[in-house]
Structures are given as structure tokens and as C-alpha cells.
């Protein structure tokens, strides 16, 4: 029960906070043909194309029982748990860490909120401080 929880928590977090996190990614591609990303931009001379990130996150394929996905899963319904994988929780931890950034610095937050974008007040900033670096602390702290 308490694992089920903390996967919904996960899930939670993600589908909250996943609209925050953008990064600026530099890709490129060595002499070797080999395509490299990176957030620092290549050395000099070497040709690249930025590459935005938004933070969103692919729909879960279809569950192991074999049964099709729901229809109101990808409407915005309910997501269905993550399993509690290092990588799953790295993932997390790296947008939890990403959107504490946005939030700690002084640019301005937007959120989507009903299909709409809308920019945190100062409380509802804060509210959504704490609330992230208590999601980090508890997930990401070992």
C-alpha cells in the first residue's frame, strides 16, 4: 500500500511540475558520426543546432496485462503509477531539481493550468517552493 503511494506521488509530482522544467540542449555531430547533446555548446568551429526542451513527458504504453490504454489517460484523466526504477526515479529527481531552480531564481514561473499558461504570484510561488523541496528531500535525499 505505502509503495503504491509512493508511486502516485511520483506520478503526481511529475505531471505538476513537468511544465517547468526547460533546458537549452546543443546538438552536434563529431567527425566520427557520432551525435552528441550536450547544455555546453560545442568547441569553436564546430557546427550545431539548438535544441529546446520542455519537459514533457511520452504517454506509458499500454500496461503489462496486455489491456489497451485508456482513452482519458491521454484526455488529462488520471495517469496510471510509474514504477519506482532508478531510472524513473533519476528522471524525477533531475525535474525536481530543474524546477526548484526556476522557482528559486528570479526569472518569472509559469505554469499551464487548464490549457492555459499563467504566472505564479509570489505566494503561489513559494507555496510551490516548498512543496517541490519537500518532494525532492523525500524522493531524492539518500
Known sequence: MEN?????????????????????????????????????????????SRVTTTGTVEPLAAAATGQPADHHETQGGPAKPVADTPENRGKLCASLKTNLAALQGGGPVVMQQDGKSVALDGDERKQKTVSTQAQYDQYCRN
Not at 503504491?4 to 522544467?21: C, E, G, K, Q, T
Not at 533546458?23 to 568547441?43: F, I, M, R
Request: no cysteine; aromatic share 8%; net charge positive.
Open 4 to 48: 503504491a503511494m509512493h508511486r502516485s506521488l511520483i506520478v503526481l509530482a511529475l505531471l505538476l511540475l513537468a511544465p517547468l522544467a526547460t533546458a537549452q540542449v546543443y546538438k552536434w555531430t563529431d567527425a566520427s558520426g557520432t551525435v552528441h547533446y550536450s547544455e555546453a555548446p560545442p568547441a569553436p568551429g564546430t557546427k550545431f
